[in-house]
């Protein structure tokens, strides 16, 4: 479904589209979907468990943080289409509690992994030991996502060498990328 | 139309719904605006204008970096509904020529504006001095989208103090607000 979302918007997933994408009835899909909602809800549950099993095993294999950064920004066609979910579900109106609990969870365990990631960085030296975890998972959040939407807006010039440029730099600044 | 992609998302921007929050008829919404993309390109255009001259203001009368981006985070119920037109229109597809254009204009008349504020900083001292201004204004919007997009995820935990207080941290952080 996130090729549809990233090939034609977010509005592309109905019923009949997803069951033409995945060659079956409009049947099969309403079985499982009722709505758009839901369709999108599943949809950023998988970009989301991608995004999660990369950070657990940059935490596993102490990756690094300027790696592991540089390996979820939009830099290859399978991440971008990652973000452009993401995208559209941020613009989402918080008024259904499934929108706002996957919201939640995703802000949550990524936080909890980037702050994670953080302290592994603090003992290998490349994080700077005086932040605090909390703040530095905040502020990866930050230049990711801020990166990130420069893409968005600007697909030509951000690059993968123009988006490893900046986070370099703003690690760097923010004292997450030492040495 | 901002109401009504904040209240129930950017798939409610029907024209059936547009007349009816307008209170006219399908015929005079349709007279302008034939698709929902016609009619979420003519919301951003909106929201654009509005931050643009707030931008223009703070060139203008030299209000400062700090003081002009905090007043841009989604930190009222207006600026709230204009990041929510953000979002939604980052997450659209680029087939489209007129979203390109309008990612394009919106992207460009930024950069140039955050690059200008920039530069009165610089003289002012509120922006250290070898700094470039181009990469600046590239790092001012990574965290004005940056610190908007964790808002997005977590709307109670971002409240206008927690946003600000981030802002700061990260701006003295990349040089950008000094002493």
Same mark, same amino acid.
């Given at each position: 479904m996130e090729d549809l979302v990233f090939e034609r918007? *977010?509005? *592309? &997933?109905t019923i009949r589209d997803v069951a033409g994408r995945a060659g079956c009835s409009t049947t099969i899909v309403s079985h499982y979907f009722r709505t758009k909602l839901e369709m999108l809800v599943f949809t950023h549950k998988g970009v989301r468990a991608r995004a999660e099993a990369l950070l657990n095993d940059a935490v596993e294999n102490k990756s690094g943080l300027l790696t592991t950064m540089a390996a979820l920004l939009p830099a290859t066609r399978e991440r971008q289409k990652d973000w452009n979910t993401w995208f559209a579900f941020w613009g989402?109106? /918080?008024?259904?509690p499934r929108v706002t609990l996957e919201w939640h969870q995703d802000s949550s365990q990524a936080h909890s992994l980037f702050e994670r990631l953080a302290i592994v960085g603090q003992k290998s030296g490349e994080?700077? /030991? *005086? &932040?605090d975890p909390g703040v530095a998972a905040s502020m990866i959040k930050v230049i990711m996502n801020g990166i990130s939407s420069l893409w968005a807006q600007d697909r030509t010039r951000w690059t993968a060498v123009e988006q490893q440029k900046l986070l370099k730099v703003m690690l760097k600044n923010a004292g997450l990328s030492q040495g």
């Open positions: 918007g *977010a509005d *592309a &997933l989402m109106t /918080p008024e259904d994080v700077h /030991p *005086a &932040l």
